[in-house]
T-cell receptor, first 113, second 112 residues
């Protein structure tokens, strides 16, 4: 089955700086890569996603890049703010429909004032 | 309107008891899931149902039994609860395009 590795497990950045979280996946058939943000005590919420036919996608301060050849994808957050502090999960999915997401182990992002 | 709702939100129970968690989605999705999040925050899929039919059953003890009376509901019943079952259980549903998955608010299960 699919295996998703995520790094780092904890990332501390100064407010206003950029943060980058990286993930690799094992199954080249994976074609959908979402990122979820989970605040303490809350549900994971989708913040951005990318499909395998696209190399990069941007939404305001967040962007995701995908390298299919290397089987890795990254989340970039620019101009970080205190409300960006949370656990971020990458995930990968094969095909679609009833197949669930395979998640990375999460990155605890800490924004220091 | 809550898109994916699950009850109860908090559940404290003794070892050996049987408990159920209910989940409902009003998004019109065909697919519903149960995920378990352990104390280390790792999210792992347990079950997937598509139109009331079981699709994925990961390595989960058979004390866990999902039931889908219709495609808008997926309940999770757990028999003979053990200490290691303590976790947050998230219900989720998937969009018809088969990509985006939306999570419920989670059910915090504590077994004492």
């Amino acid at each position: 089955g699919e295996n998703v590795e995520q790094h780092p497990s904890t990332l501390s950045v100064q407010e206003g700086d950029s943060a980058v979280i990286k993930c690799t996946y094992s199954d080249s058939a994976s074609n959908y890569f979402p990122w979820y943000k989970q605040e303490l005590g809350k549900r994971p919420q989708l913040i951005i996603d990318i499909r395998s036919n696209v190399g990069e996608k941007k939404d305001q301060r967040i962007a995701v890049t995908l390298n299919k050849t290397a089987k890795h994808f990254s989340l970039h957050i620019t101009e970080t703010q205190p409300e960006d502090s949370a656990v971020y999960f990458c995930a990968a999915r094969i095909r679609g429909g009833a197949d669930g997401l395979t998640f990375g182990k999460g990155t605890h992002l800490i924004i220091q004032p | 309107d809550t898109a994916v709702s699950q009850t109860p939100k908090y559940l404290v129970t003794q070892m050996g008891n049987d408990k159920s968690i209910k989940c409902e989605q009003n998004l019109g999705h065909d697919t519903m899931y149960w995920y378990k999040q352990d104390s280390k925050k790792f999210l792992k899929i347990m079950f997937s149902y598509n139109n009331k039919e079981l699709i994925i059953n990961e390595t989960v003890p058979n004390r866990f039994s999902p039931k889908s009376p219709d495609k808008a509901h997926l309940n999770l019943h757990i028999n003979s609860l053990e200490l290691g079952d303590s976790a947050v259980y998230f219900c989720a549903s998937g969009s018809p395009s088969g990509n985006t998955i939306y999570f419920g608010e989670g059910s915090w299960l504590t077994v004492v």
